[in-house]
């Protein structure tokens, strides 16, 4: 089993930046990919980026030029660094630890955009 625990979400108006974290624990493999997809009311979940082990990024396009996803392996820690936020980034976002196949998820953390 793999646990998820996220922090950084909250309240800011638009242009404003917020950084969220999540560290995995558990049954960690080395060789993973972790990130953050996002789920807005009434939405489907949706990717923001993921980073694999290897250092590898992929960003939705709504997130491209504004949000920065890094990870720390040693520290298994994924790092999701949101600037010049806007009010459609408002949604749950969700940490996801993936690997040989098996996905897990965070609680998820809110963030709310306001105009």
């Known amino acids: 089993q793999v646990q998820l625990v996220e922090s950084g979400g909250g309240l800011v108006q638009a242009g404003e930046s917020l950084r969220l974290s999540c560290t995995a624990s558990g049954s960690i493999f080395p060789i993973n990919l972790m990130g953050w997809y996002r789920q807005a009311p009434g939405k489907q979940r949706d990717l923001v980026a993921t980073?694999?082990?290897?250092?590898?990024?992929n960003y939705a396009d709504s997130t491209k030029g504004r949000f920065t996803l890094s990870g720390d392996n040693a520290k298994n820690t994924v790092y999701l660094q949101m600037n010049s936020l806007k009010p459609e980034d408002t949604a749950v976002y969700y940490c996801?630890?993936?690997?040989?196949?098996?996905?897990?998820w965070g609680q998820g953390t809110q963030v709310t955009v306001s105009s």
């Open positions: 996801l630890y993936s690997t040989l196949g098996r996905s897990y």
């Open positions: 980073i694999s082990s290897g250092g590898y990024t």
